[in-house]
Nanobody, 119 residues
Framework: QVQLVESGGGLVQAGGSLRLSCAASGRTFSSLAMGWFRQAPGKEREFVAAIGWRGYSRNYAISVKGRFTISKDNAKNTLWLQMNSLKPEDTAVYYC????????????WGQGTQVTVSP
């Protein structure tokens, strides 16, 4: 089992920045591929960014590429999402997720943290 706890959400003006954190426990963090997803009111959950278990491979949704950066520190069991140049359309609940080795999708999810971007 893996427990994931997000933090760092809040209210920010458009153009501002936030850094989300996801603290992991319960399983060897270094073996986990990780991702960030978000869900806006009335919309389905969507992919934001992903990072491989060693932290080398990264992928981003087109809507955030160039503005968001995903990173992980295996020594600190922590995943981050640095969000710059935020837009009102980035407003959503952000979730971190973990994918176990050999799994085809994300097996573990956090409870989410709210990000609100005002115009």
């Amino acid at each position: 089992q893996v427990q994931l706890v997000e933090s760092g959400g809040g209210l920010v003006q458009a153009g501002g920045s936030l850094r989300l954190s996801c603290a992991a426990s319960g399983r060897t963090f270094s073996s986990l591929a990780m991702g960030w997803f978000r869900q806006a009111p009335g919309k389905e959950r969507e992919f934001v960014a992903a990072i491989g278990w060693r932290g080398y491979s990264r992928n981003y949704a087109i809507s955030v590429k160039g503005r968001f950066t995903i990173s992980k520190d295996n020594a600190k069991n922590t995943l981050w999402l640095q969000m710059n140049s935020l837009k009102p359309e980035d407003t959503a609940v952000y979730y971190c997720a973990a994918q176990a080795e050999g799994s085809s999708w994300y097996d573990y999810w956090g409870q989410g943290t709210q990000v609100t971007v005002s115009p």
